[in-house]
């Protein structure tokens, strides 16, 4: 996966492949304002960018692709606990994130403001 430049010869072979990991190659992605996601070959998502609010999946609020070393495999999967589950599919908002699994169902996390998240409630994940 490339990422993109911000200036003159920036782009096209300049730009570096995105690192997620040994041997793992991009089924999709998924972009909100500040972060990106990506379904991976296994099935499996990862994330990166800012976190506030939660919105890379992680449980926490550090942001992740900002420094060395978070990438590749130090990058984790996002967590979505469901034993034998993949993501099919990715949908990213401003603050939020959203999985459909590959039995149709649906988990989101990150900012929950006017309850985004489906959950009935205000919680940010």
Same mark, same amino acid.
């Given at each position: 996966m490339f990422a993109g430049g911000d200036g003159p010869g920036e782009m096209g072979d300049?730009?570096?492949?995105?690192d997620l990991g040994t041997? !793992?190659? $991009? +089924? =999709? %992605? @998924? &972009?909100g304002a500040y972060h990106t996601c990506a379904v991976l070959d296994n099935g499996k998502a990862k994330c990166w960018g800012i976190n506030g609010n939660g919105r890379l999946g992680y449980g926490d609020t550090a942001d992740r692709g900002d420094a060395p070393g978070e990438m590749g495999d130090s990058l984790p999967y996002v967590d979505l606990g469901t034993t034998g !589950?993949? $993501? +099919? =599919? %990715? @949908? &990213?908002?401003?603050?939020?994130?959203?999985?459909?699994l590959d039995n149709g169902g649906v988990k989101c996390w990150g900012f929950n403001g006017n309850g985004r998240l489906g959950y009935g409630d205000t919680v940010d994940r």
């Amino acid at each position: 996966m490339f990422a993109g430049g911000d200036g003159p010869g920036e782009m096209g072979d300049n730009l570096f492949y995105v690192d997620l990991g040994t041997g !793992r190659t $991009v +089924a =999709a %992605l @998924a &972009a909100g304002a500040y972060h990106t996601c990506a379904v991976l070959d296994n099935g499996k998502a990862k994330c990166w960018g800012i976190n506030g609010n939660g919105r890379l999946g992680y449980g926490d609020t550090a942001d992740r692709g900002d420094a060395p070393g978070e990438m590749g495999d130090s990058l984790p999967y996002v967590d979505l606990g469901t034993t034998g !589950r993949k $993501v +099919a =599919a %990715l @949908a &990213a908002g401003d603050a939020h994130t959203c999985a459909m699994l590959d039995n149709g169902g649906v988990k989101c996390w990150g900012f929950n403001g006017n309850g985004r998240l489906g959950y009935g409630d205000t919680v940010d994940r």
